[in-house]
């Protein structure tokens, strides 16, 4: 188990801190905490594994904000439900048997995708609007939700970052309804998804648990910071600029 130091904790405390604030007002907090880690020496599978886990009460808050949002969206819940949990525990197992060397390999690449798809977020947003004022088509059978998103679901239990703009889109392809009840969905599925990986992470890996601690903490704070200073901050300008920083991390990780 790599052992931290006083100030490696203090970094990591002001990373998770950063990223709550970054998750309340735009999203993308993984992209610093993750980095922030493995800057430090954690190897990459434990970053990813003790980042997981850390970030279990911020998925929960969310969806407990919107949970008024879910009231009659029961039949797609116990479709989807059980899809994430069983794509959220495969994604974690896959995780584990690749191994630290593969996935180091596979780091860039993820820091890179995870960027994109935090780009993508607000024109994804607005495409997903428009389809559902103008092009208001039938409800898509339950059935056509469940692949896309058992897909989805295992990229969460793999690495997570920038899953919430992957799963608003297929939502928003696959079911007929509004973007808010489509986002409190979203949440709830974010926070199963993640649930399923980190319990088995519990069981199967190991997990720097004073660090996860010590992240799970600073993300609650620098959520209650952020969601005071989201009236105040626009939203995209503070989103690009963690894309650029993730680009920048996973250009640097590749190259190195």
Known sequence: MHALGASEFVLIALAALAAGIVNAVAGGGTLITFPMMTALGIPPVIANVTNSVALCPGYLGGTLAQWQDLRGQGRRIAW????????????????????????????????????????????TKRWLTKRIEQHRARGAPTIAMVLPLAVSALYGGYFGAGLGVVMLAVLGITVDDTLTRLNALKQLLSLVINL?????????????????????????????????L?????SSTLRYSVVAVGVLVGGFYLLR
């Open 196 to 228: 399923a990986a980190a319990a088995y992470f519990i069981i199967a890996a190991p997990i720097l648990w004073p660090a996860a601690a010590i992240m799970a903490f600073g993300a609650l704070v620098g959520g209650v910071v952020g969601g005071r």
């Open 80 to 123: 989807l439900v059980p899809t994430g949990i069983l794509g959220g525990t495969v994604g974690g197992l896959l995780l584990l048997h690749t191994g630290e060397r593969i996935f180091a390999v596979l780091v860039p690449y993820l820091i890179l995708l995870a960027s994109l798809l935090l780009a993508l977020q607000d024109p």
């Open 230 to 234: 989201a009236g105040r901050i626009r």
